[in-house]
């Protein structure tokens, strides 16, 4: 279900697909009867105009649906809670409380972090990993470049490109600075939530598996540098420069970025999501550091027309406890998504209600499973939920909602119950 997209990005892409048919169709039939003769086309007299739906015209009635999400704000289970909902075909605001104000946002920082990726790089861009040669005879030296999404075999594909070498030594020059973010905690590492933040890794720096928040290596790049020394026969790996015009003997690229932030958003990962943040530093022209990378996305943010005032970030991805959102900033993201195609591919990776990712375990008894779409985030005492959601009129509304001071499972659940009224309006 994670592929699926919402209902315009759906009646786009079969438009899509039957104009490219039927050009195809219509080269076949003029290369086959195009020498036939016929009389004049049958004309058919224009009909009168189709009736439109007054609530399609004039929009929908919301007094109802704000009064109910009014009262379903003041679940004393939601703590401190902030949020706005918004309906994207008018751009009418349809409830708000304190939308201006920032509060912790979890993961839903990667809202931001996806967008302006998407904005700044485009969807299709990747980052390619080279193997060149040493100094030394018989040394290679893999430069990284930031890819976080490495695996095996992409190793043995490097490895049959290369042959056999003496020693595998690594460059981790693209990113620098501090490999933990303001606000980390190192013994995240084992507990499988992050890693040091290094431009090369094997699947996320995974120890024993490719996926799920399993405990991740304390040295990924070394751990890069090592496989691909296995592979290719040699007894000594390291760390250090790759000369600046050698000979590149291998190469591979990472997935398509629209790839990787479903990737990362789906089950919200912390690593990805710092890569993207670095990727997208580098991209600029700025170090890969984490200073770089998060005013890098508010730089991006603001070029492109968004207000960001009152936030503030520590990382790319939500899990620093320093980071403070408005509401407002996540909703008009996903408004714009909403409502224009350059953002629109940012909705097709949000988990989908009871169906996908971190969503997978929820609305299982509520009218909103299948129908919202929306990115979580969690720490101690904080939840987030922000996306879309279609309503049962039809009508598509975004919304964002941070709730602190809260417990967790409690507000969750409040959350969920928040956005299924919303599909039953």
């Not at 109910?68 to 401190?80: F, H, I, K, Q, V």
């Not at 789906?266 to 580098?282: K, Y």
């Not at 170090?287 to 027309?305: C, F, K, R, W, Y």
């Not at 959601?389 to 001071?405: E, P, Q």
Request: net charge negative; glycine share 10%.
């Amino acid at each position: 279900m994670s592929g699926k997209k919402l209902w315009w990005s759906v009646t786009a892409g079969v438009v899509a697909v039957a104009v490219a048919g039927v050009a195809g169709f219509g080269v076949l039939v003029q290369q086959t009867y195009g020498d036939l003769t016929h009389g004049p086309a049958y004309a058919v007299e224009e009909p009168s105009p189709v009736l439109v739906p007054a609530e399609a015209e004039a929009g929908v009635d919301t007094t109802a649906l704000a009064a109910r999400l009014a009262e379903l704000a003041d679940d004393p289970a939601l703590g401190t809670l902030h949020g706005r909902v918004t309906d994207t075909v008018t751009g009418e605001t349809v409830w708000d409380l304190e939308s201006g104000t920032p509060l912790q946002p979890a993961s839903a920082t990667k809202i931001l972090t996806a967008a302006a990726a998407i904005l700044e790089l485009g969807p299709d861009d990747v980052l390619t990993t080279e193997v060149v040669a040493g100094d030394n005879p018989g040394t290679v030296v893999i430069r990284a470049a930031g890819d976080v999404w490495l695996t095996t075999e992409q190793l043995d594909g490097l490895a049959e490109e290369i042959g056999t070498a003496d020693q595998v030594t690594i460059d981790t020059s693209a990113w620098d600075g501090d490999p933990f973010m303001p606000g980390w905690d190192p013994a995240d590492v084992d507990a499988g939530y992050i890693a040091p933040l290094e431009p090369a890794m094997i699947y996320g720096a995974r120890i024993g598996d490719t996926e799920g928040d399993v405990p991740r290596s304390h040295t990924p790049a070394l751990d890069v540098a090592r496989a691909l020394a296995d592979r290719v026969g040699a007894a000594t790996v390291g760390m250090g420069p790759a000369p600046a015009d050698a000979e590149v003997l291998a190469s591979t690229r990472s997935p398509q970025l629209i790839d990787r932030i479903e990737a990362m958003m789906i089950w919200s990962d912390n690593v990805m999501a710092e890569a993207i943040g670095h990727e997208l530093a580098v991209h600029r022209g700025l170090p890969g550091s984490a200073a770089a990378a998060t005013q890098s996305t508010l730089d991006v943010l603001t070029e492109h027309g968004f207000d960001i005032t009152g936030v503030s970030l520590a990382d790319n991805s939500g899990l620093s406890t320093y980071n403070l959102i408005p509401p407002r900033v996540l909703d008009d993201v996903l408004l714009d998504a909403a409502a224009h195609p350059p953002l629109r591919p940012l909705l097709a990776t949000l988990p989908v209600a009871g169906g996908s990712g971190t969503l997978t375990d929820r609305y299982e008894d509520l009218s909103g499973r299948g129908w919202v779409r929306a990115k979580t985030g969690t720490l101690t005492g904080t939840s987030a939920l922000a996306g879309v959601v279609t309503a049962d009129s039809g009508r598509v509304y975004s919304f964002a909602l941070l709730s602190n001071g809260s417990d967790i499972l409690a507000a969750r659940a409040a959350l969920d119950r928040f956005a299924s009224a919303i599909r039953d309006s």
